[in-house]
Each structure stands twice: as structure tokens, then as C-alpha cells.
């Protein structure tokens, strides 16, 4: 069984480039729409780790308003090697965000955490652990 994250965004192919950029990520299964633009892109991140962007227009579209991060939350776990992975996703995301919940700290937990809502509406829970 595995477990594959759908995130729905308005401007799929802009998005992909930029969370190219946040995570170092590679393609994995991409998807394109007649006119030569992204449709459905699998983002591989690390070790098995991949999500999916989807355009929220067109034949996948999802009506209604954009979800600002109250229901769900991509949580990426970074091993304590891969610090300066994370602050540099943290520093790149933080730049446009709507919201930031949690600045980059130290909690009982771990050693780095942090939560904010992305340029897209999508939250995120950058850790070490």
C-alpha cells in the first residue's frame, strides 16, 4: 500500500517550477495537456518521498474556494543530515507565504520545525525527525 498526495493549485505549470526549486525535486510520472502545459506532475523529493500537482482547472478541476491549509497539511520529515535542505525549502517557501504559523525553531519535539500556508494555499510542516 502506499500512500500518494494530490495537491490541486491554479497555475500547475508555474508551480512545478517553483517547488522544483523548493525541494531539489526530479519528475517522476507527468502528465500533459494538448496545449504542451502540465496536467498531472509526480514530484519526487526523496527516498520514495513524491507528491503530485494537479491543475485545479480543466479536466481535474475541483470547484469552490482555494483551501488555505485548515484541513490538511503536507508534512516533510528531513533526516538531521539534511538540515540545510530544509532551511533552504523553509527560506524559499517563507518568502511568498500567505501565512506563517511557526517560524523556523527548536521544539521539544526536534531540533527544527516550522509551519506556514505556501503562495498556493498549501500548508506545510517542514522537521527533523
Same mark, same amino acid.
Given at each position: ?7 490541486? #493549485? ?30 498531472? #506532475? ?6 520514495? #518521498? ?21 484541513? /490538511? ?9 539534511? #538540515? +540545510?535542505?530544509?532551511?533552504? +525549502? ?6 511568498? +507565504? ?8 527548536? +521544539? ?18 517542514? /522537521?527533523?525527525?
Amino acid at each position: 500500500m502506499k500512500l500518494q498526495m494530490f495537491t490541486y #493549485v491554479d497555475g500547475i505549470d508555474e508551480a512545478v517550477a517553483y517547488y522544483q526549486k523548493v525541494f531539489d525535486a526530479t519528475f517522476g510520472e507527468t502528465f500533459m495537456r494538448k496545449d504542451g502545459g502540465y496536467e498531472l #506532475v509526480e514530484l519526487r523529493l526523496s527516498r520514495g #518521498v513524491s507528491f503530485w500537482l494537479a491543475e485545479r482547472k480543466g479536466d481535474s478541476a475541483i470547484e469552490g474556494p482555494v483551501n488555505t491549509g485548515n484541513i /490538511m497539511q503536507m508534512c516533510i520529515r528531513y533526516d538531521k543530515s539534511d #538540515v +540545510a535542505k530544509l532551511e533552504k +525549502a523553509y527560506k524559499m517557501l517563507k518568502a511568498d +507565504a500567505l501565512e506563517v504559523k511557526w517560524e523556523l525553531m527548536k +521544539a521539544a519535539w526536534t531540533s527544527h520545525t516550522c509551519d506556514l500556508i505556501d503562495k498556493y494555499g498549501l500548508r506545510w510542516c517542514l /522537521m527533523v525527525g
